[in-house]
């Protein structure tokens, strides 16, 4: 394993840069996660959800269709795709023992807010309409992707439609005013420089208000979710906001497990290949999964 300090140092060289074009974003993202990429990971089988929405089947040999993560990539909501996270999705349906459908979702700044939360609710819809109960299935998510994960609770309750078995949210941005004492707190500790943090938000909502239930998680009325399991990091500059969201939670009568793992830092799941505690949240990922689709 590669020390700490150096493997943060490292990381925030490939932070995205203010003023990149989004295809230099996008490829230096990819470039970076991918190359932290185990080796020899499954092949994504490809699905068209919509002509301009693609979804990926990802399987290892314990994954079992009757157990189904629908898991969105982080990337802030402007870079990052499945290829990116093909890893951490391989981890998640051996440690769970399911088949991964994750989805490709739009990008900002071409498409802004809620494209993408649009896009995985299409992708949820998709999968009821091929057949899969939904008490089989468990939307997943990690930075941007965990905010996707939550937002697509909020839109299929408030449609009537029947809700997921349960949920996991890694390292979610919860708020888009980036309010907690943390983005300063940890700004040396994390990767995730609060620069970008504000970018994010303008590139994404482009105007929206960042305290939009569905952008921002932390202002809904959070009553009537399924279990929901949330990893946050103590150094990651998401910290405070994650764990308001968390208390919010558990007010409004959530069925919560909130993880906080010392020292990490943004998005750590990722990195299984040089972080141990990566592969200790997979873990305890794929167990929750299997709790509540036995």
């Keep these: 394993m ?48 919509r002509d301009d929405l693609f979804a990926y089947w990802i399987r290892t040999p314990a994954s079992k269709d009757r157990r189904v993560m629908l898991f969105f990539h982080g990337g802030g909501f402007s870079v990052g795709s499945t290829k990116d996270h093909l890893g951490l999705i391989a981890g998640l349906a051996h440690a769970a023992d399911a088949a991964v459908f994750s989805i490709d979702y739009r990008l900002a700044p071409e498409h802004r ?42 839109a299929v309750r408030d449609a009537g439609i029947q809700l997921p078995a349960a949920a996991i949210a890694m390292s979610p941005a919860v708020d888009m005013l980036f309010s907690g004492d943390s983005v ?17 938000r303008e590139v994404y909502l482009a105007g929206s208000d960042p305290r939009n239930p569905l952008a921002s998680p932390v202002y809904a009325d ?16 998401l910290l405070d906001d994650i764990t308001r969201f968390a208390e919010k939670a ?34 305890h990922a794929g167990e929750f999964v299997k709790k509540h689709i036995p």
């Excluded at 009821?128 to 994960?149: C, K, N, W």
């Excluded at 300063?184 to 994390?190: A, I, Q, S, V």
């Excluded at 959070?222 to 500059?237: D, N």
């Design 222 to 237: 959070l009553s009537g979710l399924p279990p929901l399991l949330v990893q946050a990091g103590t150094h990651e500059v």
């Design 113 to 154: 807010f809620p494209a993408a939360l649009e896009d995985a609710t299409a992708a949820y819809r998709f999968l009821l309409e091929q057949g899969y109960d939904h008490r089989s299935l468990v939307p997943a998510g990690i930075s941007a992707g965990g905010t996707l994960a939550i937002g697509l609770l909020l």
């Design 2 to 49: 590669i020390a700490r300090e150096n493997f943060i140092d490292r990381l925030k060289g490939h932070a995205p840069l203010p003023g990149e074009s989004p295809d230099m974003a996008r490829d230096n993202f990819s470039a970076m996660y991918t190359g932290y990429q185990e080796k020899n990971l499954p092949e994504p089988e490809q699905v068209r959800i």
């Design 184 to 200: 300063e707190r940890n700004r040396n500790l994390d990767w995730i420089p609060p620069e970008r943090l504000h970018a994010i």
């Design 250 to 283: 558990q007010i409004c009568g959530v069925p919560l497990t909130y993880e906080r793992y010392q020292g990490m830092f943004h998005c750590w799941q990722v990195f299984i290949r040089d972080v141990a505690e990566a592969g200790e949240a997979i873990i």
